[in-house]
């Protein structure tokens, strides 16, 4: 298990009680923390909890010149991905009343948001512009389809597990805690962001007639 669990943080991954169950458990264990914090610093990492402390990650023990632009373009690459993920959570708070849906663990019951979705010109309408800002549009024009697409994407991206296949079960991983974060985080620091930014594709979302 110690190897796994090495091997997971080294390659980005977030461990949590949702996306990594055993994973998880190893690292609670005391005395096997201890051993993974005493291997991650002879590499210049440090094991990292999430600020409600729901999750596991990697970062670096001391920045120097190549670590400082490692961290600078792995913030440039969550700037990049940032709108697309809080429009999809909008869209699914504002289907389902739930604002506690950003929280770790929370489920999202696919079936019955597509339901009010394919019910609600309005939620089709944002469904459709958040598929085309994340690049996830359908050729068949299906709504499910982008949905699905969607879904898939935030499950590679680590900020959703598929907890059961044949109800369309998803629930959110603590990365989502740790996106949140770095969303206040940029917003208390980066200049750029204290205006709302639109970019050439949420542009062409707001203004073409997509109904």
């Known amino acids: 298990m110690f190897e796994r669990v090495i091997l997971l943080l080294l390659q980005g991954e977030f461990i949590c009680a949702v996306s990594h169950p055993d994973e998880y458990r190893f690292l609670e264990d005391e005395r096997d923390r201890d051993e993974v914090v005493r291997y991650l610093g002879r590499l210049n990492r440090r094991l990292t909890q999430t600020p409600h402390q729901s999750g596991y990650y990697l970062a670096f023990s001391h920045l120097g010149d190549a670590e400082r632009e490692s961290v600078k373009g792995h913030f440039q690459d969550l700037k990049g991905s ?114 709302p930014q639109v970019s050439e594709e949420e542009e062409l979302a707001g203004t073409r007639p997509l109904l």
Not at 109 to 128: F, V, Y
Not at 142 to 154: I, N, P, Q, S
Not at 157 to 166: I, K, P, Q, R
């Open 82 to 195: 940032l709108g697309p993920v809080v429009l999809f959570f909008q869209l699914v708070m504002r289907t389902t009343s739930q604002e506690d849906l950003l929280m770790p663990g929370a489920l999202l019951e696919t079936s019955s948001i597509m339901s009010k979705i394919d019910q609600d010109a309005g939620l089709r309408n944002e469904l459709q512009n958040v598929a085309l800002i994340s690049r996830a549009t359908a050729t068949d024009g299906a709504y499910r389809t982008m949905f699905d697409k969607l879904l898939g994407k935030l499950k590679t991206d680590g900020y959703l597990t598929l907890a059961n296949a044949e109800r369309g079960l998803y629930q959110v991983t603590s990365k989502m805690e740790y996106l949140l974060d770095v969303v206040r985080f940029l917003q208390e620091n980066d200049p750029a962001l204290s205006k």
